[in-house]
């Protein structure tokens, strides 16, 4: 009995030093077997001679080489849980098992800003830094705000439904963000100094250039003494800011019901400078319309109760997606909103 109790202390300081060496899968298979392998394990072996142990001492060796089994199996189990969740290599000893510090990492691809939120966040900073605040609106207009207190006519082709997306006869999706400068002067008094951005909507059929949903951003000023050489100062220099001191600007006379005079603003095209006649950005102008602009109308004013005697006002309409194309020289409108990842990690943060 003296004798199996010495043997299983001697097996036990065996399996511990031999536990220590084990560094992969093989090793710990192997020491698995070595003590308890079906018919030459250590451990079996012990139980084959519990049957040489007189009665009076069988339960007691019974109990230790029990424990002894019990102890081993719970140790190898414990190594296979270390291995499995330790780096496959760190650990091996062949020459292929090692740890090669020079392969490059998993890369990680964490979500980034769209390259259309980028450009607006980039126009919004040079108006932020002009003391501009920004103001936002509803998606979902009533004929009232996007049209009537615009000065639309009944019957202007604005709003005809090739252009407007009408959900009931009151209700359309916003043909532009102006219906926001409406919702401003309503509920503030000048001086107001604000852009707005927002999706705007028109029954189109997709095309390289043409979206039935885009981004616009909105400018409105309203104050005493304004004048249509602020607003000119402002737009040049906002687009000097964009494009760079050199870009050409020209403004050309135009009309919307709600301006009065009306211009648009042309830029000089960055992508061939006015010399290719096929080029398929400016369609061989030499310029690219990028935004509406006007003197507040007079009518607008009273829409709202601001006094235009007091007051006048100018604002802006500039298309998002269009100047962004142009910036960026892309000829498809579309891609901004596939979201195919090749296109979208083009830009800014990856
Ligand atoms: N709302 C006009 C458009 O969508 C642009 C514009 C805005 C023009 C403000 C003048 C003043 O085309």
Known sequence: MADLKDRVEGLRKA???EALKVGDAKSLEELRTAFLGRKKGHVTLLFEDL??????GKREAGRLINELKESVTVRLDAIEGQLSLAWPSVSGTS???KLDL?????????GAAHPLVLFQQEIENVFLGMGFTIEEGPEIETDYYNFEALNFPPHHPARDSW???YIKDDLLLRTHTSPVQIRVMEKKKPPIRIIIPGRVFRRETPDPTHLPMFMQIEGLVVDEGATFAHLKGTLEYFIRALFGEKIKVRFRPSFFPFTEPSAEVDIECIVCGGQDKSCRVCS???????LGSGMVDPQVLKNVNIDPE???GWAFGLGIDRTAMFAYGI?????????????IRQFGAK
């Open 95 to 97: 020459a292929e098992a």
């Open 310 to 312: 007091k007051y006048s």
């Open 331 to 343: 000829t498809e409108m579309r891609h901004f909103y596939e979201n195919d990842l090749r296109f």
């Open 15 to 17: 399996f511990e030093a």
């Open 163 to 165: 252009d407007t997306l």
């Open 102 to 110: 020079t392969l490059p990492g998993r890369k990680k691809y964490v």
């Open 51 to 56: 049957k040489t142990v007189p009665a009076e």
């Open 284 to 290: 061989g102008t030499g310029w690219k319309e990028i």
